[in-house]
T-cell receptor
Framework: EPEVTQTPSHQVTQMGQEVILRCVPI?????FYWYRQILGQKVEFLVS????????KSEIFDDQFSVERPDGSNFTLKIRSTKLEDSAMYFC???????????????FGEGSRLTVL | GENVEQHPSTLSVQEGDSAVIKCTYS??????FPWYKQELGKRPQLIID?????GEKKDQRIAVTLNKTAKHFSLHITETQPEDSAVYFC???????????FGPGTSLSVIP
């Protein structure tokens, strides 16, 4: 069964450094998302991406964050100048298989745990 | 924007009893309501969903009800088992699929 894959599974970085989290969505999906989950808390929406552009973003997704689809398979989240409070699990998700455009179901990757020291 | 509330935040039930989790949403444009189960250290996984043109949906021991007028939807788990122990998130999505907004979660413990 196709899956969303994410790398790295865990990244430790120093405060102020830049990190790039990578995702490979399911190949026939149309919508891509990044979510954040601080330990023990809710799953927070960051950004959605459709047709090669951002379609929606939350107030969390400020100028520190950016997303990119550099090729036909990868979807990346870049966090510049990391802060302690950026420590969280970052989940990539995709939805919208081409043959069922209205499904809406999100398929999540296993997540990338970011630890900022 | 959409805001999803969820109650209770924690729930303990005896094995075999039923569990009910309730959610409310704020945006009347939302028309897709999924429920996700998240086990410790793992990704959220869809367990059931309901669309606004349906009032109730059932899948074995799990059922979801939706009241669009009141903007309420609920998850019902019958005959609970220890493996049902997890955090459950309700969510709401608009037709545009631009975002799915999650509730704060309910930590369910099923006591053997």
């Amino acid at each position: 069964e196709p899956e969303v894959t994410q790398t790295p599974s865990h990244q430790v970085t120093q405060m102020g450094q830049e990190v790039i989290l990578r995702c490979v969505p399911i190949s026939n999906h149309l919508y891509f998302y990044w979510y954040r989950q601080i330990l023990g808390q809710k799953v927070e929406f960051l950004v959605s991406f459709y047709n090669n552009e951002i379609s929606e973003k939350s107030e969390i997704f400020d100028d520190q964050f950016s997303v990119e689809r550099p090729d036909g398979s990868n979807f990346t989240l870049k966090i510049r100048s990391t802060k302690l409070e950026d420590s969280a699990m970052y989940f990539c998700a995709s939805s919208g298989p081409r043959d069922r455009p209205n499904t809406g179901e999100l398929f999540f990757g296993e997540g990338s745990r970011l630890t900022v020291l | 924007g959409e805001n999803v509330e969820q109650h209770p935040s924690t729930l303990s039930v005896q094995e075999g009893d039923s569990a009910v989790i309730k959610c409310t949403y704020s945006d009347s444009a939302s028309n897709y309501f999924p429920w996700y189960k998240q086990e410790l250290g793992k990704r959220p996984q869809l367990i059931i969903d309901i669309r606004s043109n349906v009032g109730e949906k059932k899948d074995q021991r799990i059922a979801v009800t939706l009241n669009k007028t009141a903007k309420h939807f609920s998850l019902h788990i019958t005959e609970t088992q220890p493996e049902d122990s997890a955090v459950y998130f309700c969510a709401a999505m608009e037709t545009s699929y631009d975002k799915v907004i999650f509730g704060p979660g309910t930590s369910l413990s099923v006591i053997p």
